[in-house]
């Protein structure tokens, strides 16, 4: 036998046999992933390092495109809230802030956009929100797939830097009568089977991160998936069983803690906080000097039933320039509500179904592998 022949039965069995390995490939799966870029948008006036606490805000953007002619607008990806919303072209910006510079909306040239005509007040924990209309109109993914006639808020007017996408549980919308928002009217369109997503934010220091619509991909995360149950299904919150400081000393805490990639870092209930700096051999306020606490070797663990996430020392701390004083990124808060922001979820992979009221969780692994299955629970 020639050796082209051989090759081309070799080639030929290779194809054979790859036909049931792409049958067993879920063809069936519905999901649909929506990237976003991470951009960091400190205020210039902020980034000084003489402020006391030192605090970066990125946002975790998603470009969306809305109604007949696609218009393009930047959207912040928040599981702590529930509603879509933006600009309008002729939005006022509040708040000294530059509302429009990511994008806005002209729905006089969309031929598919509806005003419901109803009012729209988005107030956001930092006292900075956005009023409007409710309005629908389609939206595009940007391989084509069009969802028909989503809800959203037009805002005439804005104290913030971006439009959010809200992701969260229908209880956190803005409104009195409950609407399907973005995942939920995925979901009714067929375009995903279930109301889950799941969220890679990505490492501290990348450019990019993803959500997929409709099914987890086993390839960001190490180990197991652990399923837990809601601790409050309105602020997709889990109970955090305790934390172990690096010298294995252990608070046990058992709060509900919301999983919100709009929150910078992570913000704790005052007293809370207080505990965890103590545990930690922190100062009151959360510093040490740098040399006490071997950033490059050192840990945080963060114990949930049946898995446990750890935060690197590196990103937990703030160096201040010179180097000799550190201050966590865990900050207190009096207003008793505990959020777990981008410091734990950029070390996290977090699966949210809002259908069964579960969420999957497990220790972020970064790389650029998709494995994608159904959700399974
Ligand atoms: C939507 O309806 C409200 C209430 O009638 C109106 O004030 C607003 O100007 C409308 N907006 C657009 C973009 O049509």
């Known amino acids: 036998m020639q050796i082209s022949t051989l090759l081309s039965i070799l080639r030929l069995l290779t194809f054979v046999f790859a036909v049931p390995v792409d049958k067993r490939s879920p063809t069936s799966l519905k999901y649909h992933t929506l990237d ?23 946002y975790y953007f998603a470009r969306v495109s809305i109604g007949s002619t696609k218009q393009q607008i930047g959207v912040s990806v928040d599981t702590g809230s529930s509603d879509l919303w933006f600009p309008s072209n002729d939005a006022t910006c509040t708040n000294g802030v530059n509302c429009k510079s990511i994008g806005t909306f002209t729905p006089s040239i969309s031929s598919t956009f509806h005003n419901l005509s109803t009012s729209v007040d988005n107030n956001y924990n930092d006292g900075n929100g956005a009023q409007g209309y409710w309005s629908k109109d389609d939206f595009w993914f940007t391989d084509g797939t069009k969802v028909e006639q989503i809800q ?46 799941s969220l890679y934010l990505n490492s501290a220091t990348a450019s990019s991160g993803s959500v997929v619509f409709g099914a987890i991909d086993k390839a960001k995360y190490n180990g197991d998936l652990a399923v837990l149950d809601f601790a409050d299904y309105r602020w997709t919150a889990i109970t955090l069983g305790s ?33 965890i700096y103590q545990a930690l051999g922190l100062s009151e306020s959360g510093s040490a000097s740098c040399d006490q606490l071997s950033l490059d070797t050192n840990q945080l ?33 009096s207003g008793g509500n505990n959020f777990f922001g981008d410091l734990f ?33």
């Open 36 to 58: 976003f870029d991470v951009v960091d948008m400190t205020p210039s006036s902020k980034r000084s390092e003489t402020e006391t606490i030192y605090r970066r805000t990125l």
């Open 243 to 275: 934390v172990t400081a690096p010298d294995g000393s252990k608070v046990d805490l058992n709060i509900p803690v919301a999983l919100d990639s709009g929150t910078t870092y992570i913000q704790l209930e005052t007293n809370t906080a207080r505990q």
């Open 152 to 197: 959203f808020g037009l805002m005439t007017s804005s104290g913030r830097e971006t439009g959010v996408l809200g992701l969260g549980a229908p209880d956190l919308e803005a409104t009195n009568d409950k609407y399907p928002n973005f995942p939920a009217t995925l979901k009714n369109a067929g375009i995903i089977d279930k109301t889950a997503y």
């Open 301 to 333: 663990t963060l114990n949930f039933a049946g898995v446990s996430i750890t935060i690197p020392y590196k990103s937990l701390f703030y160096q201040f320039s010179g180097g000799s004083l550190c201050q966590a990124r865990i900050y207190g808060s």
């Open 345 to 377: 979820l950029q070390n996290a992979y977090v699966a949210y179904n809002l259908d069964s009221k579960k969420i999957g969780l497990a220790q972020a692994n970064y790389n650029d592998a998709t494995n994608l299955v159904d959700f399974w629970f």
